[in-house]
């Protein structure tokens, strides 16, 4: 289980961000806690896609706790099996 931190650099007005992801959202929630992101900025909550947008300076917190950091390339690879995942668990049903 981990915390990722992606490379991307986005503009959002003076801030440079990139996003942050987890293998779970338990863990996604407390390092947002201990680097100091509000709960209130998670993205696409409870979806394959679930994630933080957050700033260079933030970036640099996650690292120093212990996020791994990937590609923006490996960010979305893992965003697209866990869509798959999603899939084959609703097919699980049947």
Known sequence: MAVY???????????????MLA???DELIAMADRI???RKWLQNA?????HFD???SK?????AAGAQEITWREAGKMIRERRIGDRTK???NG
């Open 54 to 56: 957050i700033a260079l």
């Open 90 to 92: 609703g097919s699980d």
């Open 23 to 25: 293998d779970t959202t």
């Open 59 to 63: 970036r640099a917190l996650a690292v």
């Open 46 to 50: 409870g979806t394959a896609h679930e």
């Open 36 to 38: 100091g992101v509000a």
């Open 5 to 19: 931190v992606d490379d991307m650099r986005a503009r959002y007005g003076r801030l440079v961000m990139c996003h």
